[in-house]
């Protein structure tokens, strides 16, 4: 074994060790709630994200749909074009 296997594999240790007392000094006896924790938080965060594209994509749309009306000039709303059967 090579002396750089080694060091790495102690630094690997040392942080897996850091972790682990970390976690126990924050979540103590509840390891298995602090998994399920975290996973309620990343479903939650997906759900924000995916709202905000949602919310994103009804905007874009809106403000597409209003600038593509205001470009055209026969636009409902706007006006009737001089030759169609309503301006009779």
């Not at 897996?16 to 990343?42: I, N, P, S, Y």
């Not at 994103?56 to 706007?78: A, D, E, K």
Request: aromatic share 6%; proline share 6%.
């Amino acid at each position: 074994m090579s002396a750089q296997d080694y060091d790495s594999q102690l630094l690997e240790s040392v942080s897996v060790r850091r972790r682990r007392l970390r976690d126990a000094l924050l979540f103590g006896a509840q390891r298995q709630r602090r998994a399920v924790d975290e996973r309620v938080g990343k479903v939650i965060a997906g759900m924000v994200i995916a709202a905000v594209l949602c919310a994103g994509c009804v905007g874009w749309s809106f403000v597409s749909n209003r600038l593509m009306g205001q470009n055209s000039p026969y636009s409902p709303g706007v006006s009737t074009p001089p030759n169609s059967p309503t301006s009779r």
